[in-house]
């Protein structure tokens, strides 16, 4: 740093540049590990609430931002009050994990493993043939970003799909 006795202006700038830059990484990261599943954990809630019209409960939330993780515990769907049709489900854990398909084209990839999933689902009539008994689509758009589910896993769950229209119940179980 010395070179013939004198402390270079660029060598203070440099420190500088660097100090700020370690100053915000290391704040950027607490930020994340501290607030960040609090945050999660509301506003995931928030948007499944919405998103299906019905009450939605997430205990925890543990985020893995390096690994592109994020793992809901205890999450809870309850069914509409007094409606036979819709969505009860219940899971100790869903780990979500993130993948970049494409930086050019802002493509995510998001496959989810639901670990003691109990799913009870009736697929409303229609008027025109029976409803989708799985109605994830295939992608969907956030903002900027187009998102796809790539795959779902369920490891020791108990599913129950209720179909009107031809009368069939599809139950599958791992015990």
Known sequence: MWIGGRFRWWHAALLTVLGVVAVALVASWAIVRLYGPAFTQEHVAALLTDALGQPARVGAVRLRPLLGRITLEDLEIA???????GLALRAAAIDVSLDIAS????????????RDLRLDFTV???????????PLPESFD???????????VITGGHVVIRLPEPAMVLEIADP
């Open 79 to 85: 069914p509409r009050p007094g409606s036979p049709d």
């Open 103 to 114: 930086v050019w084209r802002r493509q995510l990839t998001v496959s989810a493993v639901a």
């Open 124 to 134: 409303p009539a229609t008027s025109g043939g029976g409803g989708s008994p799985f």
């Open 142 to 152: 956030a903002g900027p970003v187009h998102i796809a589910i790539d795959r779902v």
